[in-house]
């Protein structure tokens, strides 16, 4: 049975800093590139960020260019997302997905707040 | 960066009704396109991948069509369960980008 769970969520200052991490189990993780989506409250899908197979490359929205950054550890079947400099707008369910295949987790809620 | 443009960003419908749902791509994306469906809660759902195949276990009234820049979602027979938020998502190049989503909504 394909898993896909996040954790690491939770309010934080604007300025603050955290780490999300989406832990995968039942597919071969170390096969497929990942992404992260996000979505404020009662707003649409947004693409953030992805990583191919090995981690070798990336790629960012330019809402989250140079204060984000994804990263993976394919011996723990474990998705990374280290996000900086939060900002209000960052403020959202962030989803971890298996795009190719559809598997997608169900979310962990950042809120950015003082 | 490639935009999709969603239209209509909202649509009232009956049971049985058909509904054709439009993304439009700033440039030619050939068929990297999905469409996704989202229900209050939950998690997205992909209907269509390379903008006609149909995902395994999803019903025979969605059907996606079009290439390049311009795209549609229909559902033939609208059933209770299909009102929902529909998302189209490009993945021809990165950044990915969402379409704005469509709420179908009961009339």
């Known amino acids: 049975e394909v898993q896909v769970v996040e954790s690491g969520g939770g309010l934080v200052q604007p300025g603050g800093s955290l780490r999300l991490s989406c832990a995968a189990s039942g597919f071969t993780f170390s096969n497929y590139w990942m992404h992260w989506v996000r979505q404020a409250p009662g707003k649409g899908l947004v693409w953030v960020s992805h990583i191919n197979s090995d981690g070798s490359s990336t790629g960012y929205a330019d809402s989250v260019k140079g204060r984000f950054t994804i990263s993976r550890d394919n011996a723990k079947n474990t998705l990374y997302l280290q996000m900086n400099s939060l900002r209000a707008e960052d403020t959202a369910v962030y989803y971890c997905?298996?795009?190719?295949?559809?598997?997608w987790g169900q979310g962990t809620l950042v809120t950015v707040s003082s | 960066d490639i935009q999709m443009t969603q239209s209509p960003s909202s649509l009232s419908a009956s049971v049985g009704d058909r509904v054709t749902i439009t993304c439009r791509a700033s440039?030619?994306?050939?068929?990297?396109l999905g469409w996704y469906q989202q229900k209050p809660g939950k998690v997205p759902k992909r209907l269509i991948y390379v903008a006609s195949s149909l995902q395994s276990g999803v019903p025979s009234r969605f059907s996606g069509s079009g290439s390049g820049t311009e795209f549609t979602l229909t559902i033939s027979s609208l059933q209770p369960e299909d009102f929902a938020t529909y998302y189209c998502l490009q993945h021809k190049s990165y950044p990915n980008t969402f379409g704005q989503g469509t709420k179908l909504e009961i009339k």
């Open positions: 440039q030619d994306i050939r068929n990297a």
């Open positions: 997905a298996n795009l190719r295949e559809d598997y």
